[in-house]
């Protein structure tokens, strides 16, 4: 059976220190449609691999397939398509929200779905939006939201997403994850997650990649790295209380 997604390998230089790696050895298959948790402390590089992953960045070394097709041998276009990244910082594009939904399928040849446009705005929270405003208008949350249903109108077969739920609220952050998750069961995407949210990632995953050291320090089954991480550093990393922030009254 060909594997769904590999990377083999991947090096990318660390732009500030000559001769050193930012990462390197990054090895992975992807045998079935899953949902992984990529995780790791700030500064690992994660963002940078799933642009790589994305053909947004290349590589130094190595080498990223579909189905064992490499991404060298796909024109870009198309393996954005199916390999599709969402930012943490969502752009929206001058002009409607309407028109950032549609610019996608227009750009890559594909029906524009109004049904489905319409049955996931209110199950992501956005019902309350109008279509024809200016999406430069939209918050941080909302932005994030669109540019993931932009995403989604793709229908990719892997999706990278990159802390997307960062600025959201409780709700809205569960309203996602349950779309995601329903998503992943219908359509069968491969959808590897960046987070620091720890419940997030042991809810929604069923592999962890754990990056450390500058490389992929561990690729197993979520219950096992957190239950039993091979790694000190990847010890550390799940026993480090989580931040909490205490409710002082606002000094001003
Ligand atoms: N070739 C490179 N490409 C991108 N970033 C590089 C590179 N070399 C060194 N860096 C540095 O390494 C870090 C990589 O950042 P990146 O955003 O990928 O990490 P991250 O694991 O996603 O962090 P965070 O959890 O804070 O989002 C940055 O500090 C960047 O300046
Ligand atoms: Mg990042």
């Given at each position: 059976?060909?594997?769904?997604?590999?990377?083999?390998?991947?090096?990318?230089?660390?732009?500030?220190?000559?001769?050193?790696?930012?990462?390197?050895?990054?090895?992975?298959?992807?045998?079935?449609?899953t949902v992984i948790a990529l995780l790791?402390?700030?500064?690992?590089?994660?963002?940078?691999?799933?642009?790589?992953?994305?053909?947004?960045?290349?590589?130094?070394?190595?080498?990223?397939?579909?189905?064992?097709?490499?991404?060298?041998?796909?024109?870009?276009?198309?393996?954005?398509?199916?390999?599709?990244?969402?930012?943490?910082?969502?752009?929206?594009?001058?002009?409607?929200?309407?028109?950032?939904?549609?610019?996608?399928?227009?750009?890559?040849?594909?029906?524009?779905?109004?049904?489905?446009?319409?049955?996931?705005?209110?199950?992501?929270?956005?019902?309350?939006?109008?279509?024809?405003?200016?999406?430069?208008?939209?918050?941080?949350?909302?932005?994030?939201?669109?540019?993931?249903?932009?995403?989604?109108?793709?229908?990719?077969?892997?999706?990278?997403l990159?802390?997307i739920t960062?600025?959201l609220?409780r709700s809205?952050k569960q309203m996602v994850e349950q779309v995601l998750q329903e998503?992943h069961q219908?359509?069968?995407?491969?959808m590897?997650w960046v987070t620091h949210d720890i419940e997030q990632a042991k809810q929604i995953s069923q592999t962890v990649?754990?990056?450390?050291?500058?490389?992929?320090?561990?690729?197993?089954s979520t219950e096992?790295f957190f239950?039993?991480?091979?790694?000190?550093?990847?010890?550390?990393?799940v026993?480090?209380?989580s931040?909490?922030?205490?409710?002082?009254?606002?000094?001003?």
């Open positions: 059976m060909k594997p769904v997604f590999h990377m083999q390998q991947l090096r990318k230089k660390h732009e500030g220190k000559e001769n050193q790696a930012l990462f390197a050895n990054v090895t992975a298959e992807i045998a079935d449609p790791g402390v700030s500064g690992q590089g994660k963002s940078t691999l799933l642009r790589i992953l994305a053909s947004l960045e290349h590589a130094d070394e190595g080498d990223i397939g579909l189905h064992n097709i490499s991404q060298r041998e796909m024109d870009p276009r198309l393996w954005r398509m199916k390999v599709c990244y969402v930012a943490q910082q969502s752009v929206m594009l001058t002009g409607s929200i309407e028109h950032n939904l549609k610019t996608v399928s227009l750009l890559h040849r594909i029906p524009y779905e109004d049904k489905l446009v319409n049955h996931l705005l209110p199950r992501l929270g956005l019902d309350h939006l109008d279509l024809s405003k200016s999406a430069l208008e939209l918050s941080g949350g909302e932005k994030q939201r669109i540019s993931l249903l932009r995403a989604l109108l793709l229908h990719p077969e892997v999706l990278l990159d802390e960062a600025s609220d809205s998503w219908q359509e069968g995407t491969t590897i990649w754990f990056m450390g050291e500058g490389t992929l320090l561990e690729n197993c096992a239950e039993q991480p091979a790694t000190e550093l990847a010890r550390n990393y026993q480090a209380p931040v909490s922030y205490k409710e002082d009254p606002c000094p001003f």
